[in-house]
């Protein structure tokens, strides 16, 4: 593989993934949980716009119900449970005024989900697994693209042509070994291999499901936020299968 040209050609990417790089060290080094809660909010409603739109809903009284969400995760001591709450009460409203339309749930399902789980892991756990969580999804992605560029040649899935199935393997493969060896600083080395693991394959799905809904939108990108990157979504999506999945291992094995 030819680095130079590799670099050359996605010089922009490079430069602003280097600048998120920089802003996630400093959010992570001051630890604040104000600080973190407010950037995280930022995201989600980024993030959930993008869904808005890659689902074709307009009204905007949904984003009034997201920040309300968000508001009250701050105070609240288990933060993930509010958004199943939420959503048990909008069927219950929907099916009061005989008007239930699933189309209307479908971002508090993606990605407010996630972004709940995402916010719980550091609420619960920490500033120090929440990075593992970054190390995981950021080896599993990078792993990915480099070694699918060096070796790949087995398509992985049609819902995402460019992605191939060594690609994939190796970037699951140093995702688990690095995070494994990391989350030793927290719980066993076997435990902490298999929660790796499960994680990065989360992730590699979670990617998928974005380039899913892409297609179905006719759109390249969730967004145009990130020069390079694409939209919050695109920037996101691994994190977004990868947390949910990280929370609850940690929750019911660690």
Not at 40 to 59: C, P, R, S, T, V
Not at 80 to 109: N, T
Not at 207 to 221: C, H, I, M, N, P
């Amino acid at each position: 593989m030819n680095f130079k040209a590799l670099y050359e050609s996605n010089k922009q990417r490079v430069f602003t993934g280097l600048v998120m790089m920089a802003f996630a060290a400093i959010v992570a080094f001051l630890n604040n949980n104000l600080i973190t809660w407010l950037i995280m909010g930022a995201m989600y409603l980024f993030a959930f716009y993008e869904a808005m739109n890659l689902f074709e809903i307009k009204d905007n009284k949904l984003y009034v119900y997201a920040v309300v969400l968000w508001l009250a995760a701050f105070i609240y001591p288990n933060p993930d449970d509010l958004i199943y709450l939420a959503l048990i009460g909008s069927l219950a409203v929907m099916s009061y005024l005989k008007k239930v339309d699933y189309k209307l749930l479908a971002p508090f399902f993606y990605p407010s989900i996630s972004m709940f789980f995402i916010y719980a892991l550091y609420h619960d756990f920490g500033m120090s697994v929440l990075i593992w969580l970054v190390v995981i999804v950021a080896l599993t992605d990078t792993g990915a693209y480099f070694v699918g560029k060096s070796i790949g040649k087995t398509p992985f899935s049609p819902t995402s042509p460019n992605k191939t199935l060594e690609g994939v393997v190796g970037g699951v493969l140093i995702a688990t070994v690095a995070g494994a060896l990391y989350g030793t600083f927290f719980i066993s080395l076997w435990l902490s291999a298999l929660i790796a693991l499960l994680t990065s394959v989360a992730s590699v799905f979670g990617d998928l499901f974005e380039s899913y809904l892409k297609r179905e939108a006719g759109v390249k990108d969730s967004g145009n936020l990130f020069p390079g990157h694409g939209g919050m979504l695109d920037r996101l999506d691994g994190y977004l299968f990868g947390a949910v999945v990280m929370v609850i291992l940690l929750r019911g094995l660690a």
